[in-house]
């Protein structure tokens, strides 16, 4: 019942008092009709609603960050008594509050829209919607709540990179990086029996030793991700607030990179650094490429462990990849030690630093394991607030890290 309801309810029972009290007969119609109106309102508005659902719809499926969305809502419901008024009560993930009027479109549906300004990255699942329903004088009102699962995916806006900075960037091998291209190698599936002819060179010695018989080792051709791209969510490096936050720049540096590099040709693979650590490879611009987009929209910084102890497994695909990109706001001494043990073993790794501090307005100070790392051949790039992607990805020299 509404604040006008209990308003006439009491009129009416007033007006009722008033006839019996001074014996006027023309006030108890009124009386009654004050009274009995109220009940018939309540009745009126809880059976208007039979069976409904909600759909939401808008015009592009593949929405990026800081657009504007129309959102249809549409609720449908057997025909019946009609609805006077009915009002949503919206709301997508993190997102403000909406509130819609749904108009009568005949057949039982109503339909309203709203608009979002500047959405950010994410995958926004929307709460349930809260329907109002009042009855055309606004004595009675109902609530409702429907849960529709569904999500407006929002992807991040990623930048055509030409050049990267570690393509034939400072290493190890005679001042260059070391190129690899080797899409494949051999793993051990089994052992078995030697047979004549085969070359010593797969004796599998320890099993030999075990049985007294030459056994040999049976390799199986493993393909392996030429290049693989580690997303570090760690959320005690996080600053700034979507879409200007420093997560949400390292999630369009590492979606920006694994662009560029499909584009090439190569085989890639995405690791996420986040509560779930997904992993999802690539190879074509396919549905692999709209799961890799997916993971990218919906990654949030909730890592429990640094990256560093992501790479010391041995499993990782970021660990046994050919070639790794890491994209980070935090140096910490594990992923330095990594980075400096695949430098030592002539295996191609690089790392994206994006410079949470300049997201607070802090100046740009080069951190030493940075410039140790570069010292060691290990490409670097620095992402700093504001910093046009093509322009930061496409190479940083030595002198030009020492100097930022």
């Known amino acids: 019942m509404t604040a006008r309801g209990r308003a006439v309810l009491g009129l009416g029972i007033v007006c009722w008092i008033a006839a019996v009290v001074f014996g006027s007969r023309s006030l ?23 069976q409904p659902h909600v759909r939401r719809r808008w015009p592009n499926e593949n929405l990026l960050e ?33 509130e819609v009027e749904l ?54 806006r990623l930048t055509e990179l030409d050049r990267l900075f570690f393509d034939g960037g400072a290493g190890p091998e005679h001042g260059r990086r070391l190129l690899l291209r080797r899409p ?14 085969e070359s010593l060179r797969r004796v599998h010695w320890p099993s030999t030793a075990r049985r007294g018989a030459l056994m040999v080792k049976e390799l199986e051709d493993s393909p392996r991700d030429e290049v693989a791209v580690l997303l570090d969510g760690d959320a005690a490096a996080v600053v700034g607030s979507p879409p ?29 650094n986040t509560a779930n650590r997904e992993v999802q490879t690539v190879s074509s611009d396919g549905p692999e490429w709209q799961r890799v987009l997916g993971l990218l929209a919906a990654a949030e910084p909730d890592a ?12 990782s695909p970021a660990t046994r990849s050919l ?17 400096l043990g695949r430098a030592l073993t002539r295996r191609a790794a690089a790392l994206v630093h994006v410079d949470a501090g300049s997201f607070a307005g802090r100046p740009y100070r080069p951190e ?10 290990v490409p670097i790039a620095v992402v700093r607030q504001g910093d046009d992607l093509a322009v930061a990805l496409a190479g940083v020299g030595a002198g030009e890290l020492a100097h930022a």
């Not at 009709?33 to 009126?44: C, K, T, Y």
């Not at 949503?88 to 993190?94: I, M």
């Not at 706001?329 to 992923?335: C, D, Q, T, Y």
Request: charged share 25%; net charge positive; aromatic share 6%.
């Open 28 to 50: 108890f119609p009124v009386a009654a009709g004050l009274v009995f109106v109220v009940p018939l309102a309540l009745m009126w508005v809880r059976i208007t609603l039979r």
């Open 66 to 98: 800081r657009c504007d969305v129309t959102v249809d809502l549409v609720l449908e419901r057997e025909p019946g008594v009609p609805l006077a008024a009915v009002v949503a009560h919206e709301r997508a993930g993190k997102l403000a509050e909406q």
């Open 103 to 156: 108009r009568s479109r005949g057949r039982g549906r109503h339909a309203g829209s709203y608009r979002l300004h500047d959405v950010p990255r994410g995958r926004h699942g929307f709460a349930p919607v809260r329907l109002s329903i009042t009855d055309p004088f606004g004595l009675a009102e109902a609530e409702l709540s429907l849960d529709e699962r569904q999500a407006l995916v929002v992807y991040p």
């Open 184 to 197: 494949v190698g051999f793993e051990l599936h089994s052992v078995r029996e030697y047979q004549q002819g």
């Open 244 to 272: 200007d936050s420093s997560f949400d720049t390292a999630v369009r540096v590492a979606g920006s990179i694994l662009l560029a590099q499909l584009r090439r040709g190569r085989r890639c693979v995405l690791a996420l």
């Open 304 to 315: 429990s462990r640094p990256a560093g102890v992501l790479l010391e497994s041995g499993v």
């Open 323 to 339: 070639e790794l990109v890491v994209v980070t706001s935090r140096i910490e001494p594990a992923l330095v030690n990594r980075l």
């Open 368 to 377: 030493p394991a940075l410039l140790r790392l570069q010292a060691a051949g």
